[in-house]
């Protein structure tokens, strides 16, 4: 029986859906929703029937949800089909979704893969992503058609399609057959091709004349339904044929819109260099930057704000037709265009605008009229918004115009500079080749060079070094460029500095050699190059870390054995703690780095800060084979540290039998000192 709560709750909603509809079904979804979780499942299906019979598609896929899982109410799956099919035939994404795999599975409803595919389709028009998924196995398992007459050869064409067979399909293709012939659901065979995805296909159908701008009976276009899916392909497809980009869905979406609402800036970026309208709202009244926004996309937001901000038109639709109609702006829309500009955008000259966008032929138009090449825009120049973007011809008209090729923004940064963040290749080699100055520092005293070095860019690193940048150059926060190099394992371009007299034992602000980041990095054919230019190897960092104490604790014995051979290596070296090679080998375990320290002729007795030996230490770590190692060349096994820890007694105290036995076996008798634990 309904219980009291619920009756008062049912009969409050039935009453509420009389007087106001939308407050009463957000007020039944959330009390259906707390009985839910409440395990009131009767409870539930009894507050959600009302409102699913009144038509809330949510309520009632719900509903169907219930019926289908035998929760609150008996399992039937011809009650679930009814209702899912009513909320799925309103557009509920879900819905749609699973209508379909009740068709594919059969449940409530005769088994049509068909009609399965369909509805499918339909879910993953609207992203649904487990959709997209479930389509993609779909088509291989779909029954093949026969081949009697055109409608049939139609259906063989689709599922030719549908297989991305495209040698299929271009055999089946007879000649003169029409590109454009539409199955129950107003779709083309491109519109087929887009939603597998089959772009080979689709290339074909629109190079024989398919019309990528027709519509089906949802309102869709190929672009819209290839954006939804981003299939990348098919609307790089689309775009080479000339599709209509700016065309709107049944709701008034731009596939600039679409895309920016499933937040893929790849596609944001090709529609944009592709001309679409950034302007346009979407019947709920939402442009593709509302959504961007929305949805915090901070590389949509910022591409869309550079392609809004830098036009002058406002664009309209209408939604009958969904054509696209351009205007100069009023004076109130110039105002609020305006106001809304923030930043890099807010009072750039129409020079700048084009300049940016790398519009050479209006720049030049601009240039030949008069307008000054030097304005700044918050430190910004015309030119350095054309090298940051990589338009080499507008570069060129502005330098030829005089621009000043070492103009820097309040960051410090020059065209070149920005050029190489950006990776502008092109550009790099123009500017170098104009003389643009390799040396000048930003405000953190990164150079060109430095920049170019953070990217792992070797070409231009070496462009630049043959320009005659600074290979000593250091920023302000001490980075130099070869240690910057080798810190980031860049071989080629460290190479490259020594060759144009970068200096092997330059020290950064902690005091660390290039040789110390080789050492580090176990790169031996870099502690090579530098040894073969005279790099100290006895230069420690501000903690007293030697290369070779660096290499030890990496246990890169190929560096260690190249550092021991170096003329003026000193073993002994110890860092700040009082740890030297021996020590810091120890800890980690390597019994063949301790004979090759040992062969060089370091101390086996050696003690830390703390008064550890590497016995001591090994034993702590319980590394029986640098146990043996070091008593076997004689290490003292009685030696105590500030807290009077001795290596037997360690091995002792920590239960470890077998160093023990190690120690008890040793020369010297040290089996009599257990007798004293």
Request: net charge positive; aromatic share 4%.
């Amino acid at each position: 029986m309904m219980n009291q709560r619920t009756f008062l709750i049912l009969y409050a909603c039935i009453t509420a859906i009389a007087f106001s509809p939308v407050m009463a079904h957000a007020d039944v979804l959330k009390e259906a929703e707390v009985a839910v979780r409440t395990k009131n499942f009767t409870g539930a299906v009894q507050l959600l029937k009302p409102l699913a019979k009144s038509g809330d598609a949510e309520a009632q896929y719900r509903l169907a949800s219930f019926y289908r899982n035998g929760e609150g109410v008996r399992k039937d799956d011809k009650s679930a089909f009814r209702w899912m099919q009513k909320a799925a035939t309103q557009g509920h994404t879900k819905a749609q979704y699973y209508l379909g795999t009740l068709y594919l599975n059969g449940h409530g409803v005769e088994a049509d893969k068909i009609v399965a595919q369909q509805w499918l389709e339909k879910a993953a028009l609207q992203g649904h992503r487990q959709a997209k998924r479930r389509l993609a196995t779909l088509a291989q398992a779909l029954p093949e058609p026969g081949t009697d007459d055109a409608q049939t050869r139609d259906g063989q064409l689709r599922y030719a399609i549908r297989q991305n067979d495209t040698a299929r399909f271009k055999k089946l293709l007879p000649p003169g057959q029409k590109m454009n012939l539409r199955d129950v659901n107003g779709r083309t065979l491109l519109m087929e091709a887009v939603l597998q995805p089959a772009p080979e296909i689709a290339e074909h159908l629109l190079q024989h004349g398919a019309d990528s701008n027709l519509k089906d009976n949802y309102g869709d276009t190929a672009m819209h339904m290839a954006v939804r899916l981003e299939q990348e392909g098919v609307v790089t497809v689309l775009l080479s044929s000339g599709a209509d980009i700016n065309d709107v869905d049944a709701h008034g979406n731009t596939p600039l819109i679409l895309v920016s609402q499933q937040k893929n800036s790849l596609l944001v970026q090709r529609l944009l260099s592709h001309g679409a309208v950034v302007a346009v709202k979407n019947g709920k009244g939402w442009d593709a930057l509302r959504y961007a926004r929305n949805e915090k996309q901070a590389d949509i937001i910022n591409a869309l704000r550079q392609a809004g901000a830098l036009g002058h038109e406002v664009a309209t639709i209408n939604h009958r037709n969904g054509a696209v109609k351009k205007r100069q702006p009023t004076a109130s829309e110039k105002g609020v265009e305006a106001a809304s500009r923030s930043g890099l955008y807010a009072g750039m000259s129409p020079l700048m605008q084009a300049a940016w966008r790398g519009q050479a032929a209006l720049v030049k138009r601009l240039l030949a009229s008069g307008a000054r090449v030097q304005p700044i825009v918050n430190s910004h120049t015309a030119l350095h918004l054309a090298a940051e973007e990589g338009h080499a011809d507008t570069v060129q008209l502005l330098l030829d115009a005089g621009a000043n090729i070492n103009a820097v923004d309040n960051e410090g940064y020059t065209a070149l500079m920005l050029s190489i963040k950006r990776g502008q290749g092109e550009v790099i080699t123009l500017l170098v080749t104009a003389g643009a100055d390799v040396n000048i520092a930003a405000r953190e005293g990164f150079s060109a060079l430095l920049i170019a070095i953070q990217r792992n860019d070797r070409e231009h690193a070496q462009q630049l070094l043959a320009a005659k940048a600074n290979p000593n150059v250091v920023s302000n926060q001490g980075e130099t460029a070869l240690g910057s190099a080798l810190r980031l394992r860049q071989f080629a371009i460290a190479e490259a500095l020594l060759q144009r007299g970068a200096d092997p034992d330059q020290q950064d602000s902690h005091g660390r050699s290039p040789l110390w980041y080789a050492c580090e990095s176990g790169a031996d054919r870099a502690v090579k190059l530098l040894l073969d230019h005279d790099a100290n190897v006895s230069t420690a960092d501000n903690d007293g870390n030697t290369p070779l104490l660096v290499a030890a604790k990496g246990g890169h014995e190929v560096s260690m054995k190249q550092l021991l051979k170096s003329v003026g290596m000193d073993v002994s070296q110890q860092n700040r703690d009082g740890n030297n090679a021996l020590l810091i080998a120890a800890t980690t375990g390597s019994a063949s780095m301790v004979r090759i320290l040992v062969d060089a002729g370091i101390s086996l007795d050696t003690k830390n800060g703390v008064g550890d030996t590497a016995l001591i230490i090994a034993t702590r770590q319980g590394y029986a084979g640098v146990i043996k190692s070091l008593l076997d060349e004689g290490a003292d096994a009685t030696l105590r540290n500030n807290r009077r820890e001795w290596a037997p007694g360690l091995a002792k105290a920590n239960g470890r039998k077998d160093l023990v036995e190690i120690f008890s076996n040793q020369r010297g008798g040290v089996a009599r000192f257990f007798d004293l634990l």
